[in-house]
């Protein structure tokens, strides 16, 4: 295996290898991939986990802020149900699901509220009862149970469905809970059962497939699916290609001049920490339903920690040009704009367009600039800033995007299962 050392700093950056990857059981990603596709898993039936992480959207969704229940067809083009109007959007940008089956992604969201932590009962620490996450399998299938069990992601609206009753009343483990109630959905299809029976030896001699079943296998399709370790970067890195002289420029200004690995640093570009960065802030933010504001404080809101403010998780670069828009808003439809705007981070608010963001068709109920209208809200955004990146020129930020083209794997976006023609529930594919 080859080493490439950046001669200008201490940094080394070793070619990824199979030992970072959790191992994945292929019969169980299989039948996690139906699952993905399944509409379900949401309490109308009519929102699937690929609605909003769609390969031709890069995993993603390709929009600022998602329409979660009460949308109707994919990113840009997606529109309201105007029998069910959506009563938000979803606060903060779709990430993107590139290499979560890797070992070192031990951290979920944006802010960080899902973690391994050993400490713990269920391994896990979360918003949630440690006793309530017992039996996931790990951080990625610990993940899902979020979506399902948000009104406006995927579980819908207080009284539309047996799983947004059951989630208004807090009713989430347990006979009648939430995750009972998918499960029982999903054990009462012929084929789904078939298949957790081939896989589990405990549910083929009677045990009830529970919800930690379900997001097991979803969380071994995430893992093989999009395991993405083939961009020319990589192949680079193991001595079987060069790169052209803007890439190889960009690199060393990423590595060096430019100090982007101080915070995205490792094989995946990520030191899985968190930056307050000065990101704009648009739409209804993550502030509590029966607060006015728009507010999204980021990974304070999980510690309570006033240095934690407006911090958010550093993002993984790989496929990094193919996940438009950026921030933990999706604030930026652009690179280049988002680039400058990280370089130096305490003026993005005053410089920003507003133009960069880009929502699907839909005038929500919140103003969706209501933060960047609030003096006192962009101060301390702007104030928690505490990073300032060099000056580079033009030619020098063109050489960095091409080196962030060199990440771009598009063989993880089309190998693999794909999206299948079908699900065993008979309900619509998003196509």
Known sequence: MSLWPVTSTSIEVKAVSDDLFVDVDI????LGQLLFWDPILSGNKNISCGTCHHPKLGTADGVSLSIGEGGVGLGADRGVDENNLPEQRIPRNAPALFNLGAKEFTVMFHDGRLEADETKKSGLRTPLD???TVGFSGVLSAQSMFPVLSPDEMAGHYSENDVAKAVRRGLITGDGGAWDIISKRVAAIDEYQAMFDAIDPEIAEG?????????DALAAFIAFEWRSDDSL???YLRGNTELDAKAQSGMDLFYGKASCADCHSGPFQTDHKFHAMGVPQIGPGKAERFESHSQDTGRMRVTGKPEDAYAFRTPSLRNVTLTAPY????AYRDLRQFVEAHLEPSTAIENYDRSEALFAGYTPPKNDWAALDDANENTAIKSAVSWSGPILSADEIDDLLAFLKALEDEKSLTLRFGVPDTVPSGLPVDK
């Open 130 to 132: 440690d006793d309530m």
């Open 207 to 215: 045990r009830p497939i529970d919800f930690t079943d379900i997001s």
């Open 233 to 235: 970067f990589d192949n």
């Open 27 to 30: 019969n169980q990603a299989r």
């Open 327 to 330: 921030g933990h808003s999706g």
